[in-house]
């Protein structure tokens, strides 16, 4: 997996100094300096790391490359450079390999014309177990699919289209399982009930990776983070690890209250406070302030207590980053 030469990078970011995380001695996906262009666009670019068994977050903005290194690393797509090792075996062309890996893509992949059961009893059936019958009902089991098994997936709501996905690449009891941002579209109970199973299968000792954009939400379940910025590995650590390099950089945070211009003026005063400006009102709801803020954390301890002792009440905190779309742009030092 090399190349001759590799076409010139259009604004490239070097990485930054110690984001290349140590691979351990049992990891279980080994990737080094991978990379993946399209002519002069440089998808991904020159990344490295390991993950071992438990639960590794892929995290970073829609567009970083999150997708494209899922792709890479299973198989689907063929890297300009680098190598890949899943299990000690390399991803193309080793069909038994396959046998040992689960993916989760992000695009629809089911066929509408299909029951749930049909869907990933046919997935069954091309990793050839010996019932698979039982194997297709103990996935839809795993993801709480039984009730609704025998409907067309034409009729899913979107939480269970990804539910079937997701059962359908459990249905082989795969070693590794990689997500391309399974939790999209699912309601509040399905995504914590898909949560606990996530963790579940990291503790029984299975290497899952999961994609997402949602900082708060790889909290939730993952062991370990890797974050993508532009294509390139622009963190490793657990969340608190991540958290806090976001937390060094000033950070802007959306409040709507029943005064805004009172919460405005006691905000102003505070040493934590940057800047406070005004958004306009749109419909019958009350008009917010965006505040930026240099410690994020003093801050969310603070505007309660500000906002009680001002006889304040307030109806929405919310951070404008939580996206990630620019938590990314500080962690690379944009």
């Not at 609704?148 to 539910?163: I, L």
């Not at 800047?275 to 301890?301: C, H, K, L, W």
């Amino acid at each position: 997996m090399t190349a001759t030469a590799r076409p010139p990078v259009r604004n490239a970011t070097p990485t930054p100094e110690g984001t290349t995380p140590h691979i351990p001695e049992n990891a279980t996906i080994v990737v080094r300096n991978l990379s993946k262009w399209y002519g002069d666009v440089v998808a991904v670019s020159d990344v490295t790391f390991g993950i071992e068994p438990g639960v590794t977050a892929l995290l970073g903005p829609n567009g970083a490359g999150k997708s494209t290194t899922l792709e890479m690393i299973t198989g689907l797509l063929a890297p300009s450079a680098g190598d890949i090792r899943i299990l000690g075996k390399a991803p193309r062309g080793d069909v038994t390999l396959y046998r040992q890996v689960g993916l989760v893509p992000e695009q629809e992949t089911l066929y509408p014309f299909m029951t749930g059961f049909e869907f990933v009893r046919l997935n069954a059936i091309l990793q050839k177990l010996p019932d698979p019958d039982q194997a297709a009902a103990r996935a839809l089991d795993l993801v709480e699919l039984r009730d609704a098994a025998d409907r067309p997936t034409r009729g899913y709501s979107k939480g269970m289209r990804q539910r079937t996905k997701i059962a359908a690449a459990l249905v082989h009891d795969p070693q590794v399982l990689l997500m391309d941002e399974p939790l999209n579209g699912t309601d509040p109970v399905q995504r914590a009930r898909l949560i606990d199973l996530i963790i579940r299968l990291g503790r029984e000792g299975k290497t899952i990776v999961v994609s997402s954009h949602i900082l708060h939400e790889v909290e939730r379940f993952a062991d370990r983070i890797l974050v993508i910025a532009r294509g390139k590995l622009a963190a490793a650590g657990d969340y608190h690890t991540i958290r806090d390099k976001i937390d060094e950089h000033a950070r802007a945070v959306r409040l709507r209250s029943n005064d805004a211009r009172r919460l405005a003026a006691a905000l102003v005063h505070e040493p934590f406070t940057l800047a406070v400006r005004f958004e306009q009102s749109t419909g019958s709801e009350p008009p917010g302030i965006i505040v930026e803020t240099s410690d994020v954390r003093a801050f969310y301890r603070n505007v309660p207590r500000i906002a009680q002792r001002e006889q304040i009440r307030l109806l929405e905190v919310s951070a404008l980053d939580d996206s990630l779309a620019s938590v990314f742009s500080y962690v690379v030092g944009r």
